[in-house]
């Protein structure tokens, strides 16, 4: 008995010949090939290498019809030109590009009515789900429980415990950057850093204290909240050596402070790194590869907080949702401006 054609060019591979060649049902195959959780981990991947060897592609309509989704999703930002807003919006981007799963970007612009317009438009464009990115790490308003698709917020978390935001851990940013001081045999460590109505100074403060305490030390001084600017930076390294010119690191809030710090040390002639260590944080490269010398920063791993976003969405969409504020740790780049003592 002759073997029934296989796909070909003119008979492109079906679910039904996925189906055929994984030994399954068309109602398992497409449960299979569309992350159902009513399908048993080895008939999964069965089905998967099944169409793999097939080379089949559902037709993406036909595929969302299926699934009861239409494959988007909705990036809403408040800050598209922020330099924080834009690495996580890429993560994020990168993460369901790899999914084949279409994006419609918005920019609220920080107005709460426009944003409302945008969150009702995408909507109105049945996206399977929401990221919320917000432009600095304080809570933010809940787009609220009644939404019909689920919703991730990055960066700025929700004011919701209901809801899931994934946010970069600013305390352990300030724990493991004392650490790396600590490491390079800096003792005597000031802290500079911004605005205090910012969450995240204030949470970086509190992880550089807790260093510090583990190790049996305290700040040279009291943390030095101002703005975040390098004439701030400035000012403030100005009177901290007036006041503690013992200081042997100054571990700054963010890079454009750090900047103004190193200028005023060299200035009153201290030598960086060899009399005191800068560290910045945001790893911004424009100021920390063209400082003098390269400035050793925090990395906040923006891309990895909208991968991690991203990730968290499509758990979601399939029917598994968290809830809370989880973080994710940041990391030193170490360069010039923190060498070890001789």
């Not at 595929?63 to 890429?90: H, K, N, Q, W, Y």
């Not at 790899?98 to 970007?105: K, P, S």
């Not at 063209?290 to 029917?319: C, K, W, Y």
Request: charged residues 25%; glycine residues 10%.
């Amino acid at each position: 008995m002759p073997q029934a054609a296989g796909p070909s060019r003119s008979h492109p591979a079906t679910l039904g010949d996925v189906a055929r060649l994984a030994g399954v049902s068309i109602a398992t195959a497409s449960k299979a090939l569309n992350g159902r959780s009513q399908v048993r981990a080895e008939t999964r991947q069965r089905v998967i290498e099944a169409a793999e060897r097939l080379s089949f592609r559902p037709n993406q309509l036909a595929r969302g019809l299926l699934a009861g989704r239409t494959g988007t999703v909705g990036l809403l930002t408040s800050d598209l030109e922020g330099r924080f807003s834009i690495p996580i919006l890429m993560g994020a981007e990168d993460a369901f590009g790899a999914g084949e799963v279409a994006v419609f970007l918005c920019d609220a612009r920080g107005d709460a009515i426009r944003e409302q317009h945008h969150v009702r438009a995408l909507l109105g464009r049945r996206v399977d789900g929401l990221i919320v990115v917000g432009s600095r790490t304080d809570p933010r308003p809940s787009l609220g429980r009644e939404l019909p698709v689920p919703v991730v917020y990055a960066y700025a978390p929700s004011d919701d415990p209901d809801d899931l935001s994934i946010v970069p851990d600013n305390v352990d940013a300030g724990r493991i950057a004392v650490q790396h001081l600590l490491a390079c045999g800096r003792t005597r460590i000031a802290h500079i850093t911004g605005d205090p109505g910012y969450l995240a100074a204030r949470e970086r403060a509190e992880g550089t204290r807790a260093a510090l305490a583990d190790a049996g030390l305290a700040l040279v001084g009291e943390p030095r909240f101002g703005a975040w600017s390098e004439g701030w930076g400035r000012a403030a390294t100005a009177l901290l050596l007036d006041q503690h010119p013992e200081v042997d690191a100054v571990l700054c809030g963010s890079d454009q402070i750090a900047r103004g710090v190193m200028d005023v040390l060299r200035e009153r002639g201290h030598r960086v790194p060899e009399d005191v260590a800068v560290m910045g944080f945001d790893n911004w490269q424009v100021l920390t590869s063209a400082s003098r010398p390269p400035l050793t920063s925090v990395d906040m791993n923006l891309e990895q907080v909208g991968r991690a976003a991203a990730h968290a969405l499509f758990t979601a969409i399939g029917g598994a949702r968290r809830s809370g504020v989880e973080t994710l740790p940041c990391r030193v780049v170490i360069r010039g401006s923190t060498a070890p003592l001789s």
